[in-house]
Each structure stands twice: as C-alpha cells, then as structure tokens.
C-alpha cells in the first residue's frame, strides 16, 4: 500500500501513569480534611505565634540558657507538626483503607497498594515540612527568632525526624486491625511523644536524668539536634544516631508486620 492511500495513524493519548493518579487522589482527599489540615500545618505555627504575642514568652531566662520561651518552642512547634502526621493523620487513613478491602481490591488492579502507601507517607511528610518552614519564618518576622545557624544539620535532622514519625506511624497501621484501635493506639504514644519533644517542658528544664531519658527517645533526640544546629553548631552525632537507629527499627518492623488485608 502506497504512502499516499495509507490510513492516517490512529491518535493516542497517553493514559495518566497508576501512580501519578493514586498521589492526585490522595492529594484532594487530604484536603477534604480541614482538620488534619489544621493540626498539622497550621496548629504548630498558631502556637508559637500565640506564644510571641505574651511579652514574658520573649525575655530571655537563664534555666533553659538564654533563649527566650519562644526561642524554645521553635524546634518543639516543628517536631509538633511531625507527630500530629504520623500519629494523629495518617494511621486512620491506612488502617481504614486495609479495613475497608480497599489494598486487598487495588491488588487485583494495574494500581498497587505500595501506592498508596507511598502517596500517604509522602503527603504527610510534605505536610510536615511546609509546617516547619511556616513556623520558622512565623518565629523570624515576629518573634525575631534567630533562623538556623548550621542549615545542613538542621535540614539532615529534620529528614531523619519526619522519616522516623513516619514509620512509627506506619507500624502503628500495621499492627492495628481496625481504625479505632488505630485511634487509641496513636493517642497513647502521642503524649509521650509530645512530652519528648519539650511540649509541656523544655528538655533544657528537665532534671538530667529525665532529659537523658528522653533524648535516647526519638523526639527527645531530634529537639536536642533541632536546638544545636539552631544555635550554629553541628547536631551531636549521639542524637543524629539515636534518630537513625530508631528510624531503621520502626521502618524494618513496620514493613515486617505490614498486612495489606
């Protein structure tokens, strides 16, 4: 058949890729909810800026070295948006997903669980991040809170930090058979978690031996890291360690008893 009486070429449009559709729905389903949205990007930065407006908030005191109770809370607010997502948001939703056969149907499909999965992890992590950024730039414009000194170590921990929460939130998906238990589970590892971090009290406050407590714990750690590389010098390795340490056994014990029905 000449060139000339050849049919003309069938156009094709590319279909969207399975995980590229899984991420966008996830992304409007994240913002269907106002409240996860709140807790997790917007509460940590309204805190520290309530926290600004008290002018005793913004004196320097001598029991937590100098720094001011707002300088303080910078790093406590950034870790905050951290447990609100990985223990507060995304457990529910995974948990709900496997309890509703959600994984167990998209396994007969071209879109896989690990999709999901990976669009959660990834959307709460950003997330988390764009909180962090919000609350450092709320403390610099009105509580002329100092940004990080040393930005290399504080952008290494804040990765290890939201990897860590992550998979701590991804074990408690795993081992919880239904949302409820989810729900409980995470409640009773937040305020712990809140604790570590510095929320109720500034490490700098705690006696010594309640502060080596809970910088072996992960928040404790990354708030001590957060704080040194805010201040200009490289995060202890001691605390850099205990973050990676505790990140590989959350992550291995998470993908160990992950169930995707």
Known sequence: MSAATAPPAATTTAAPRPGRAV??????????????????????????????????????????????????????????????????????????????????????????????LGAQVGLHAAASLISAVLTLAVGRIFSDVALPGQVVGYLLTLLLAVVCVLALGALISALSPTTKIAQAVSISVFFPAMFAAGVYMPIQQMPDLMANIVEALPFGAAAQALNQATAGDWPDWIHLGVLALWTLVLSASAARWFRWE
Request: glycine share 8%; net charge positive; aromatic share 8%.
């Open 23 to 116: 991420l966008r729905a996830e992304l409007i389903l994240f913002f269907r909810e106002p409240g996860s949205v709140f807790w997790v990007m917007a509460f940590p930065t309204l805190l520290l800026l309530v926290l600004g407006l008290i002018p005793s908030m913004t004196e320097p005191k001598d029991e937590i070295g100098g720094l001011s109770t707002v300088e303080a809370y910078v790093p406590v607010a950034v870790l905050l948006s951290m447990i609100m997502a990985g223990l507060m948001a995304m457990p529910p939703v995974i948990t709900g997903y496997r309890e509703r056969g959600i994984l167990r149907r998209m396994s007969t499909t071209p879109v896989r669980p690990t999709a999901v």
